[in-house]
């Protein structure tokens, strides 16, 4: 990674990853499909959105506080679908309020790391 950027700007990313995959199996199973239907892929978009709005807030109060943390995160997701592939990608803002290469403390580390969730990933359905 970048200096004064590392382990826990990795660690916010493959948590919304695996929060992501987890939402997603849970909801195909949920509806017992077979495929990825429009209201799926809709669903996700919906509750993904109402996710990355909420970082977005949080992160906006942070700029205005004396009371922040150090680091944090926030993102703007895109989702590409079809019936049986779904692409994520997250524009996501890594913040250092304590970056000690900057000479006001501030950093931005911008990172899109973009995955793949398949039909062949969600849960079997059971048998009939």
Known sequence: MI???GSSEHAFETAEEDAIRGYASE????????YFTDELIADIREWLDARAKAYQRMAASYKISTDHPDRYSYYWPTVIADASNIVIKLSVHHINRRHGMSTDGWALL???PLFLIETWDMPDRKAA
């Open 110 to 112: 911008q990172t899109k």
């Open 27 to 34: 909801r195909y199973e949920a509806l017992g499909l077979d």
């Open 3 to 5: 200096i004064g950027f």
